[in-house]
């Protein structure tokens, strides 16, 4: 999946020559944590809420006075919109950030992307879902029932329809014959135990 497809749109950003006291009052106000900094619609750099602590009142800085542009980070690790999520994920490991500026290709800030984003979409889409393979057997009064021969957990599919595939792949794999060699129906649910792996 793209970035464009999920990131955050409507991002609060600051100019290069705005107040540190601004920039903490919009992170308290907002409640975040992160700001880009940009000009002209490019981003120059972002601060957090540890660099103004570490950068600005650690070092007795004016926060009246004082500029974001003296204590942001220059060096800024993004991503495109056009790159996949899964990228964004390898760069906030690699670099262990939880958010991430997202730019187009003329380098123009267009939104932002967060871990809790990523893991959320993650999770809806790596549900896990229960295949249970029934035979018809007749008890001992000669009554047909179902009668549970196996079970297999797929994780990662989005439909119980892929996932009943996936199992009977699977199952035919294990067996080197069809399934309805080993079952009359196949029946696939969401599992309410939660994933597995």
Known sequence: MQLSEMLVREVQTAAPTTPLLEIARLMRDTNIGFVPIVENQTLIGVVTDRDIVVRAVAESKNAERTPVCDVMSYEVVCCFDDESTEHARELMDAHDVRRLPVINREHRLVGVINM???????????KTMKVTFHKEKTDSYGRPHKVAIKTIYVTGLKSADEA?????????????????????????KEDPGGSRS
Do not use: I
């Not at 809790?116 to 790596?126: I, V």
């Not at 009943?164 to 696939?188: P, S």
């Open 164 to 188: 009943r595939d996936a199992a009977v792949k699977r199952l035919e794999q294990e067996t080197g014959g069809a399934w309805t060699n080993v079952a009359n129906t196949v029946e696939a």
């Open 116 to 126: 809790m984003d990523l893991e959320g979409r993650e999770a809806t889409r790596k």
